[in-house]
């Protein structure tokens, strides 16, 4: 039985949200603020988080910054009454996995939850610590290292790293990027993508301009070369 976090306010909506998860066969749990529902995904170690962007003590997207900052990568769900494309490229780059504007269908909801679940349930594992050229990684803990110089990465490249490495030597799309990594089907542009490969190549490569590990493929997306 999957396990689900609902952090919201309105009780009404959390009380919704609450039986219609149970009556698809969830184990939930409900949390009415911020700092609360931070609490809980410690306790509850739910296997999918539906967060409130509007909450008291502390909004969702502090919660959402808190939980990748802590190294919990449960996949975060937004719901928010905001429709400003800039909220949702914050979100999303906090570390959220989707993300659903209210007002919404329950049908959706859940038609997203189960996706979100699916899609993260599938995911190839990868080496949660590998070296890049003269760079340590581990995904596990967040980190990078070259030498003993720390190499700060956000929780959203981590990500958008690890995907490459489970896609070693594969030509991916910057569609599949934002699908599997971003989890969010109709995210305004793939521009973000290119934008964050930029960040990475500054990173781990010795001449970003002409890198050996991300590779662009022209026409196609890019590749990643261990």
Known sequence: MKRILVIEDEPQM???????????GYEVETAADGDEGLQKAASFT???VILDVMLPK???FDVCRDLRARSIGTPIVMLTARSAETDKVLGLELGADDYVTK????????????????R???QKPAADAITIGDIEIDFKLHQARRGKQRIEFTARE????RYFVQHTGQVVTREQILNEVWGYEEFPTTRTIDNFV???RQKIERAPHAPEHILTIHGSGYKFVG
Do not use: H, M, W, Y
């Not at 949200?17 to 009556?23: A, G, H, S, V």
């Not at 981590?158 to 790293?161: A, T």
């Open 14 to 24: 959390r009380l919704g949200l609450r039986d219609n998860l149970e009556l698809e």
């Open 46 to 48: 739910p296997d999918l």
């Open 58 to 60: 502390k909004n969702g």
């Open 103 to 118: 007002p919404f269908s329950i049908t959706e909801l859940l038609a997203r939850v189960r996706a979100v679940l699916r």
């Open 120 to 122: 993260t349930g599938q």
């Open 158 to 161: 981590f990500d958008l790293l």
């Open 198 to 200: 930029a960040k990475l």
